[in-house]
Nanobody
Framework: VQLVESGGGSVESGGSLKLSCTIP????????MGWFRQISGKNVAEWVA?????????SYQSSVEGRFTISQETTKNILYLQMNNLIINDTGVYYC??????????????WGQGTQVTVSS
């Protein structure tokens, strides 16, 4: 199972990025999904945002609430993470994940390869 991410990059503090994750259609239709990140210097991933099957339930980590938006484009099987007002502490490798998604501990059955997000002052 392959989850393919794109959209990472480098921005200045206060800037925006939009991450995309293409997910196989059979998984997209039956699983919850989420975005996680591994912050530089930390050994474990942390949850960022999760969305339930069908998109009915969404939750955000408190540090990103109001700045990040998780969404789905069901016709294309794409999961998005719109990130606005980025801060230096958002720097890290971002992963999309699907099926058996857990926020704490951060866990899921399928993972993307990760995409680097770097925020500078």
């Amino acid at each position: 199972v392959q989850l393919v991410e794109s959209g990472g990059g480098s921005v200045e503090s206060g800037g925006s990025l939009k991450l995309s994750c293409t997910i196989p259609s059979d998984i997209f239709s039956r699983c919850g999904m989420g975005w996680f990140r591994q912050i530089s210097g930390k050994n474990v991933a942390e949850w960022v945002a999760v969305i339930s099957v069908g998109g009915g339930g969404i939750s955000y980590q408190s540090s990103v609430e109001g700045r990040f938006t998780i969404s789905q484009e069901t016709t294309k099987n794409i999961l998005y993470l719109q990130m606005n007002n980025l801060i230096i502490n958002d720097t890290g490798v971002y992963y999309c994940a699907a099926c058996q998604v857990s926020a704490r501990p951060a866990a899921a059955k399928y993972w993307g390869q990760g995409t680097q997000v770097t925020v500078s002052s």
